[in-house]
């Protein structure tokens, strides 16, 4: 029975952790370089070699805020969809894929190239599906151009890559307002 609880405290130790990446890479605008270790380990009330053991790297800790975020943003559809339209649903989403997005440029930049690929492989798709559940529904309803799918809306997004931190606040919901405006069926 103690090692059962040794695992549930090192669990929550671990989503301390992790939320306190988060809560710090929200307060930087997503700047991953800017992520000190130290300072996270004191936010999640945790010594570091706790931390260490968890994530033995910036990266180790990067990467698993970016999973979490991916695995939030996706599981966020159905309940999106359960209790809005789906015109509202899509741009309550899209305004949480923009902070994802904020979150994903700076876990980008402070990840190598080849990690980031290992990263991101398997797991695209998700996007594409919880985007495509949006799109179908709305379809579905009368309210979405039947000629577009979740590519289009992903190609579209692509420019919150481009907008540069400092307009990212005024930008961003924008570029939401305009892919959602452009969505609407004629």
Same mark, same amino acid.
């Given at each position: 029975m103690p090692d059962r609880e040794l695992r549930s405290d090192a669990a929550a130790n671990r989503d301390r952790i992790v939320q306190a990446a988060r809560d710090a890479l929200s307060r930087s605008n997503g700047a991953a370089t800017e992520l000190k270790l130290h300072a996270v380990a004191k =936010? =999640? &009330?945790v010594g570091q070699g706790t931390l260490y053991r968890h994530f033995p790297t910036r990266e180790h800790l990067l990467a698993e805020v970016y999973r979490e975020e991916l695995d939030q943003l !996706? /599981? /966020? !559809?159905p309940p999106l969809l359960a209790e809005h339209p789906p015109q509202a649903a899509m741009t309550r989403w899209l305004r949480r894929l923009v902070e994802y997005a904020r979150v994903k440029r700076g876990v980008m930049a402070a990840i190598e190239a080849s %990690?980031?690929? *290992? $990263?991101? =492989? &398997?797991?695209h798709h998700r996007i594409d599906d919880a985007l495509g559940a949006l799109l179908d529904r709305g379809k579905a309803a009368g309210e979405f151009r039947a000629d577009v799918d979740a %590519? *289009? +809306?992903l190609l579209l997004l692509g420019g919150l890559s481009r907008i540069p931190e400092a307009e990212w606040d005024a930008r961003a919901p924008t570029l939401v307002e $305009? +892919? !959602?405006n452009g969505l609407r069926a004629r």
């Open positions: =936010a =999640a &009330g !996706v /599981e /966020e !559809v %990690a980031w690929q *290992d $990263l991101h =492989a &398997g797991r %590519a *289009d +809306v $305009l +892919v !959602v």
